[in-house]
């Protein structure tokens, strides 16, 4: 029960000797050692990111690693994607319309998705979805290796990616609390976290390089070779049917129901909306880069970028994260955090100090990220969690584009710095309304979930 010789306990469970009668009782070099160093270690568990479920669970370190490289060849098509449709065309409208091609099966597909991965095995379901998508880099490296050059394939291919993605990741969602005991699930969170930046800031980069060098092929190539890692993963994992009475087709509507009649988890998903809706000004970054910077697209790409940067920063130093209990308190304060990060970004116009703020936005969403799903993977029963996952992806698709209309309508009335600064402000404002009306929600204790 000691806490004081973490060393010993780690080493091999035993009870260090006891000293010597004929020993003076001074302590030894050795034996104080592990008192010496035991503050660094505890700053250590508590700056850096909580690495005990990839330690300690076989099956969930196969899928993150799976999901992790799968991120990054994604990633590295998604530029290559853009890349050949604007080399074939010369329009960013035509560019533009990959984003439409995937938000509408991304969003039907999610909320099926979900729903299929409370009645099926959800390992089937993962597995499923990434020979899918093995599948579509295949298609998408043959049509460029034999020179097709059209437009059509692409779009195609894109739609159907994203229905192979969304018809897929509500289930390997709903897998994690199966996969790591409760009291991980914060740290899981945080490490899903960190392999999706991890897609979102490596891939683009290294698809950048490989494009340059080898063409678009490669990318393609690279991606279909990634989803190796996911099919290993899914392979290995045991059988995962929903726990809990599965009488008859699980409905979405169900889903939409229950989150109806559960103000918790409802208010963690309102609370998403107003960041994504309010605090998001990806759709003025171009005219922000001109007006506020004199940048160019370079600019553009930094400011991006500095989101993800920031969140990925947050989750690789989210070891404190397991400790908070008061979960529903910290998801608001993260939203809060994140808009006036937004509302400040408005307001400067030194480039490196913009990126800054950025930056931190980026890491207040990861932390309410972390919190909300840790949420809903415990407080909703198993029987629940897909049809969830499948509303969250419709939020976490949907609620960036409802933001790129609102900056962009607010800025046409007004300008890029009104649109961005009471975007933030709003979001603020629309949180703090959230945590009037529901009191309840800022004392959620981890300890004893209720959604």
Sequence with gaps: MSTNHPANSEANGDSPPAPSSSSPASPSPSSSSPSSSTWYRRLARGAFADLSP???????????????VSSIGQQMTAVAVSVQVYDLTGSTFATGLVGLFSLVPLVAFGLYGGAIADTADRRRLGLIGAAGLAVVSTVLAAQALAGLGLVAIL??????????????????????????????????NALNTVSMNLGLTVGPMLGGVLIGAYGVQAAYLVDTVAFGATLYAMWRLPAMRPLGDRKGRASVLDGLRFLREQPNLRTSFLADLAAMIFGMPRALFPALA??????????????????????????????????????????????????LAIAAFGLVRNLWLGLLLLAAAGCADTISMIFRNTMMQVAAPDEMRGRLQGVFIVIVAGGPRLGD???????????????????????????????????????????????
């Design 405 to 451: 209309f609102e900056s962009g309508a607010v800025a046409s009335l007004t300008s890029p710095t009104v649109s961005v600064v009471t975007g933030g402000l709003a979001c603020v404002a629309a949180t703090l309304l959230l945590a009037a009306r529901r009191p309840a929600f800022l004392r959620y204790d981890a300890r004893h979930p209720t959604p």
């Design 54 to 68: 990839l330690r300690d669970h076989a099956d969930y370190r196969r899928v993150w690693f799976g999901q992790s």
């Design 290 to 339: 001109v007006t506020f910077y004199g940048g160019d697209a370079r600019t553009v790409g930094l400011l991006a970028a500095a989101p993800a940067v920031g969140a990925l920063t947050g989750a690789l130093f989210s070891g404190w994260v397991g400790r908070i209990h008061r979960q529903g308190a910290a998801v608001l304060a993260a939203v809060i955090a994140w808009g």
């Design 155 to 188: 779009y195609a291919a894109v739609a159907l990616q994203a229905a192979f993605f969304a018809l897929a990741s509500p289930a390997r969602s709903a897998m994690i609390p199966r996969l790591v005991p409760a009291h991980q699930l914060p740290a899981a």
